[in-house]
């Protein structure tokens, strides 16, 4: 089976083209121009994984939300899950940037921490 990607690990945008064998082991990749290319198209095609960007809600805070990103990537296939847990999940005030704000998310073993302030009210 043949996958056709465009890397999004520089710049450059190449487009690679991934060679899978029956098993969905990668067999070889070809079109990148770097080497963050290869081990993206074959993380990409074997185990995609993705940032998250949010928010959690904060209680007794001067807002009602502070952002929050996840410290390392999660598996596309919980994102959703993921989402679905940071939405039930609220915080008391006062939050720091850097915060632990969900440890350990759905036993990924990624964290969601603070990408801002939120003093009390």
Partial sequence: MQKNIICVSCPMGCGITVELNDNGEVVSVSGNTCKRGDAYARTECTNPV?????????????HNVVPCKS???????????????????????????????????????????????????
């Fill in 71 to 121: 410290a390392g990537p999660i598996p596309k296939a919980r994102m959703m899950d993921c989402m679905n847990e940071i939405a039930k999940a609220e915080v008391k005030a006062p939050v720091i940037l850097g915060d632990i704000l969900i440890e350990n998310i759905l036993g990924t073993g990624i964290n969601i921490v603070a990408t801002n302030h939120c003093p009390a009210k």
């Fill in 50 to 62: 993705r940032s998250l960007a949010t928010t959690v809600k904060v209680d007794g805070g001067i």
